[in-house]
């Protein structure tokens, strides 16, 4: 028997009827945080394509409301972190104790074993403890005296940080950063969505009528239809091209960051019902996928001057089709 995310993944009508259910959870969190719809349709193709989203902003603008709302439309076991400068990498990770009936340790999980994982405030976390997140967000699993422990599939983390000018922040390293597949800003709403969340027609309150879009099984499927989005060779000509100028003028962008990039194009592709991905696309989501990586020369380069400069890279370099 095929497994039933194996075989929805190739199965058309399945396919297409969860497209339509992934995109009913996503009309309904933009009716939750309003005003927000593209960072919103963004963050769920960032859930879609398998990568990890990071929400810059300043505090109370609805950050943790978004990351609650991603988790309810994925369902499965949700898990939030708030970020302090005195936890440990054990608080997140888990720890092996003295099981004093059976003689031996036994490992218990810390928060991050579960599907959705909410850092809030993550630049509040110590270097030491942030690094603890570096395996986790790749390879998906937790590696304690010499003990490996898988996490479950899907997992998806949404970390959210505060200005770095705040008081008790810590600058999150390259590498860490390199793990997020975009960064989003949200900003404050406009005065008619600000009513809304100040009169409960919006807002935090909101949260209890989300439901989830797919069960687990279905997520799973739906993420192995996006990884397998045609890509064609003139498509990847122009992300090579992209990249090679973003590099070329001193930006950082790993090959981590370029899949990522091809990977956040597909989902917005499929959440349209195409099967293969555009120059237009890719243009849509650089900027997100690459604003927060900086450059090699100045690493602290304001995130929308470093949005300027992708747009301009967008401009100068040729698609190249006739």
């Known amino acids: 028997m095929i497994p039933t995310s194996t075989a929805t993944a190739f199965d058309p009508s399945a396919i297409a009827e969860a497209r339509a259910k992934v995109n009913a959870?996503?009309?309904?969190?933009s009716a939750v945080v309003?005003?927000?719809e593209v960072q919103v349709r963004r963050a769920l193709a960032v859930l879609l394509s398998g990568g990890h989203v990071l929400v810059e902003d300043l505090p109370g603008v609805g950050k943790t409301t978004l990351a609650k709302g991603l988790a309810r439309l994925l369902g499965g076991s949700f898990q939030r972190v708030q970020g302090t400068n005195d936890l440990l990498p054990s608080d997140l990770l888990g720890v092996h104790l003295w099981d004093t009936e059976t003689k031996t340790f036994r490992f218990q999980q810390g928060p991050v074993f579960c599907n959705v994982l909410l850092l809030d405030e993550l630049n509040r976390i110590g270097p030491k403890t942030q690094s603890a997140l570096l395996?986790?967000?790749v390879e998906g699993q937790v590696t304690l005296d010499r003990s490996s422990h898988q996490l479950p599939d899907p997992f998806f983390v949404i970390a959210t940080q505060n200005p770095m000018d705040h008081a008790g922040t810590f600058p999150l390293p390259?590498?860490?950063?390199?793990?997020?597949?975009?960064v989003l800003h949200l900003g404050y709403p406009d005065p008619v969505n600000e009513r809304k969340v100040i009169t409960g027609q919006a807002g935090a309150e909101r949260l209890d009528g989300l439901q989830a879009s797919l069960d687990l099984a279905d997520w799973r499927a739906a993420r192995l239809a996006v990884r397998r989005m045609k890509v064609s060779d003139a498509v990847l000509d122009y992300v090579e091209r992209v990249v090679s100028r973003i590099r070329n003028g001193g930006g950082f962008c790993s090959t981590r960051a370029v899949r990522h990039w091809v990977a956040l194009s597909q989902a917005e592709a499929w959440l349209e019902a195409r099967e293969f991905i555009t120059p237009d696309d890719l243009q849509a989501t650089l900027s997100d996928v690459m604003a927060h990586r900086g450059t090699m020369d100045d690493r602290r380069l304001n995130r929308g001057e470093r949005r300027d400069q992708l747009?301009?890279?967008?401009?100068?370099?040729?698609?190249?089709?006739k």
């Not at 390259?174 to 975009?182: I, K, P, T, V, Y």
């Open 25 to 29: 959870g996503l009309a309904a969190l």
């Open 34 to 36: 309003v005003g927000k």
């Open 135 to 137: 395996e986790v967000m």
């Open 174 to 182: 390259e590498s860490q950063l390199d793990r997020f597949a975009c």
């Open 311 to 321: 747009a301009r890279v967008l401009v100068e370099t040729p698609v190249g089709w």
